[in-house]
């Protein structure tokens, strides 16, 4: 790995074999790991030299993903930037792009997905159904209260920077609501009403320069203390829901005339299917696809960042399972090293390790296992087994 000092846009030579990526995290990592299958090398931005996706890097920029000097340099060493996720300062980087950074996806199509609010005023635009909301400026802060017709509880969220359940509060009474305003910028926050779902699902597509939509089988979340624990594709639902759920991922990619991977996740019940929100990037749900579809979800972003045919990401088994490892606390059996001997070994799990430092409740890797069942009933009995293998081996964190 090399690091360089250089602030123009000329490029270092080979630098066209090379991709660049904003943020040093596990979804880069991947995104590592797919480049090395396509002959391709990733140079990165990360905020340090640890991070996961560090290693695989051939050229490492140390910043915080919001340094614009940094990405400055990053350009030096690739051929186009992608990102990690949507946390950069986007208003920022145009002039980079002005003067010829090419960024996947572009700037212009990530200004109404990196801020929650605008994201929510971009469903309403399009008519696509999302859960009612409101931003927190428009209460009144001396006496606040609902909107008519809503009742508690209701979800509050950060416009910015929230994820596996950071940002986001439920509350559960008036004085919870008037809590969140004395505490909080009501201009970066928003309120939703409390949504009725029986499933929550997650889809991820792709379009490429020429317009191609591409998607990812439709997959099932499930959620522990607003953290993805696991997920199982296909998701048990009617092709009638896959259909929705697709046709809305088109109206989007399309409107934006977005480049790249993006992701939707759904509530769906009785009221029909709603948006629940819009990650412009790879995403947790998606991880399935490394083993379990003919391109992955990061194979998908990489080809289109470098300009490669984009293949269709076909399903090459009835199913797939994918468990996150939270990470435990030190006095949890079985140590450390017991689990990832047990998990490494067992030939049906594929054990994906971030390296991160393992910090009670933080995602720290996943295992994805390949699921048979010609039908949904089937491949959820056998689903079932493997998850409860995976949780004997690797258990929730304690009072989870």
């Given at each position: 790995m090399t690091s360089s000092t250089q602030t123009d846009l000329q490029r270092m030579p080979n630098a066209d074999n090379t991709i660049g990526v904003i943020g040093g995290?596990?979804?880069?990592?991947?995104?590592?790991?797919?480049?090395?299958?396509?002959?391709?090398?990733?140079?990165?931005?990360?905020?340090?030299?640890?991070?996961?996706?560090?290693?695989?890097?051939?050229?490492?920029?140390?910043?915080?993903?919001?340094?614009?000097?940094?990405?400055?340099?990053?350009?030096?060493?690739?051929?186009?930037?992608?990102?990690?996720?949507?946390?950069?300062?986007?208003?920022?980087?145009?002039?980079?792009?002005?003067?010829?950074?090419?960024?996947?996806?572009?700037?212009?199509?990530?200004?109404?997905?990196?801020?929650?609010?605008?994201?929510?005023?971009?469903?309403?635009?399009?008519?696509?159904?999302?859960?009612?909301?409101?931003?927190?400026?428009?209460?009144?802060?001396?006496?606040?209260?609902?909107?008519?017709?809503?009742?508690?509880?209701?979800?509050?969220?950060?416009?910015?920077?929230?994820?596996?359940?950071?940002?986001?509060?439920?509350?559960?009474?008036?004085?919870?609501?008037?809590?969140?305003?004395?505490?909080?910028?009501?201009?970066?926050?928003?309120?939703?009403?409390?949504?009725?779902?029986?499933?929550?699902?997650?889809?991820?597509?792709?379009?490429?320069?020429?317009?191609?939509?591409?998607?990812?089988?439709?997959?099932?979340?499930?959620?522990?203390?607003?953290?993805?624990?696991?997920?199982?594709?296909?998701?048990?639902?009617?092709?009638?829901?896959?259909?929705?759920?697709y046709n809305i991922a088109a109206s989007l990619l399309t409107k934006l005339s977005y480049v790249g991977v993006m992701t939707l996740e759904f509530f769906y019940g009785s009221e029909g299917l709603f948006v629940n929100e819009i990650a412009p990037r790879t995403h947790n749900s998606g991880h399935f696809s490394i083993e379990a579809c003919s391109s992955s979800q990061f194979d998908q972003q990489l080809c289109i960042a470098a300009g490669l045919d984009v293949p269709n990401p076909e399903f090459i088994a009835d199913g797939s399972l994918m468990v996150n490892l939270l990470g435990l606390s030190p006095d949890q059996e079985p140590s450390l090293e017991n689990r990832l001997t047990q998990l490494r070994s067992n030939e049906a799990l594929h054990l994906h390790w971030y390296g991160k430092d393992e910090i009670p409740g933080r995602k720290v890797g996943h295992v994805t296992t390949l699921l048979n069942g010609s039908t949904a009933v089937e491949r959820a009995e056998h689903g079932q087994k493997m998850l409860q293998c995976i949780r004997e081996i690797w258990p929730l964190p304690l009072n989870w």
């Open positions: 995290g596990q979804l880069a990592l991947m995104l590592g790991e797919a480049a090395q299958t396509r002959g391709l090398t990733l140079a990165v931005q990360a905020s340090k030299a640890e991070d996961p996706a560090a290693s695989l890097a051939k050229d490492l920029v140390i910043a915080g993903s919001t340094d614009v000097r940094a990405t400055r340099e990053l350009s030096s060493h690739c051929v186009g930037i992608t990102f990690e996720n949507e946390w950069v300062a986007v208003d920022a980087l145009m002039p980079l792009e002005r003067q010829g950074v090419q960024f996947t996806p572009s700037l212009a199509s990530l200004v109404p997905l990196v801020n929650k609010l605008s994201q929510r005023r971009l469903l309403n635009d399009l008519l696509i159904p999302s859960p009612d909301w409101i931003s927190l400026a428009e209460l009144n802060p001396g006496s606040p209260s609902l909107p008519s017709g809503w009742t508690f509880p209701v979800m509050a969220k950060a416009a910015y920077g929230g994820y596996d359940g950071k940002g986001t509060r439920v509350l559960e009474d008036l004085n919870g609501l008037a809590q969140l305003l004395r505490n909080v910028d009501a201009n970066e926050w928003l309120i939703e009403a409390w949504v009725s779902y029986e499933q929550e699902l997650a889809l991820v597509v792709s379009r490429d320069s020429k317009g191609r939509i591409r998607s990812l089988p439709l997959a099932e979340t499930h959620q522990r203390n607003q953290i993805c624990d696991w997920v199982i594709a296909p998701a048990p639902v009617s092709q009638l829901v896959e259909a929705t759920a």
